[in-house]
Nanobody, 119 residues
């Protein structure tokens, strides 16, 4: 059974930092892209960042560039999202997801972890 389990969410003040973790299991994720998405109350889910399997190439949505860093430790089957200089508008449920490298889809999703940033 494939599982993606996020952790590390919480409540912080604006300007603070959090590191999210996502442990994946249940199948080989070789040649799978790992991504982070988020969904704020009343809004659609949006892409945040992804990292590729082989070259660990990364890509970010504009609003988090320079503040968030995605990384993966394949030996630990874990992907991270380091979030610095958090803003109130970063408040959302953050989801880890994975999809085949040569496609744009995400086949597997975690249950989400809440991040709340207060002013």
């Amino acid at each position: 059974q494939v599982q993606l389990v996020e952790s590390g969410g919480g409540s912080v003040q604006a300007g603070g930092s959090l590191r999210l973790s996502c442990v994946y299991s249940g199948r080989s994720f070789s040649d799978y892209r790992m991504g982070w998405f988020r969904q704020a109350p009343g809004k659609e889910r949006e892409f945040v960042a992804h990292i590729t399997w082989g070259e660990h190439s990364t890509y970010y949505t504009d609003s988090v560039k320079g503040r968030f860093t995605i990384s993966r430790d394949s030996a630990k089957n874990t992907v991270y999202l380091e979030m610095n200089n958090l803003k109130v508008e970063d408040t959302a449920v953050y989801y880890c997801a994975s999809g085949p490298s040569l496609t744009s889809r995400y086949d597997y999703w975690g249950q989400g972890t809440q991040v709340t940033v207060s002013s």
